[in-house]
């Protein structure tokens, strides 16, 4: 089954060849070779394999977390898209060639030809999803993911202690999920609990990732196929928990774009913000750069 973790398990994956590298305030990207059997590490059933992309194709991820006008002393501004900001990225993505896609389309090769994919993903499952990217999202027919902390669902003021920020927040609860996935939203897991996830035992990090899974599969009644490790806080030992636990992909908070060679359980996003004047601009020209439009 797995080893230790920690250095141990990233020393293994040196000598294995699987090159782990220091990156983004401290985390592992590791890049697990696809169709590689990764012996000693993971259970000798578990397999990487391709991300469901065609040669050529890039899948761009952008993250999200609120939909809303930031509050006057918020601290991390960037976590907020104001709605008509949010609206206009829909607006000016539609007009792209692009296409549009989630993790079920992606395995149900709904994808097609399109070299250019795009996937939205909103963090933490807070309630101006449903209130204000919900009916946007409808309006324009663009389907996206949602990451919910299974154990806050319905919370108000919901407010995590290892969070840089300490503005309240409200998060959606069981009707809203099943509402937003009638119209069209997938969901995935952010964990029981909003919390680092390589700073627990192995047990409890089993117990993050197999719980939250199964409590928002008993919500939809269907397979529940990623999880957004919170923070991007992730290492090898911790994405190999997590194909063990059943997810089939894993967002991390590493900047850049998807080919059919990434890692699908340690995928590359960028952060879509949008509450400054100049931020419709700086956002057309990340994804103009990381799509090559």
Known sequence: MFATGGVESVRWLVGAGL????RDRGHFEFLLQPGHNVSGFL????????LELAEGQRLLILMYHHIAVPPAKVRLRGLYTTPRQFDGHLRWLKKQPVKFTTFGQLIKGAQGSCSRLVMLTFDDGLHDNYTEALPILRRHDVPAVVYPVMNELGCRGAVWPEAKDQTPADLINEKEIREMRLGGIEFGSHLLEHTHLTTHSVDEQKRQLVESK???QKILEEDVLSVAYPYGDVD?????RALEAGYRFG???VAGTNTRDSNPMLLKRIPAKGSKIYHPLKFRREVRRHLGL
Request: no cysteine.
């Open 19 to 22: 090159y782990p590298r220091l």
């Open 43 to 50: 259970d000798e059933s578990l397999r990487v394999s391709k």
């Open 214 to 216: 199964d409590a928002l």
């Open 236 to 240: 090898a030992a911790a994405a190999g």
């Open 251 to 253: 967002m991390t908070t």
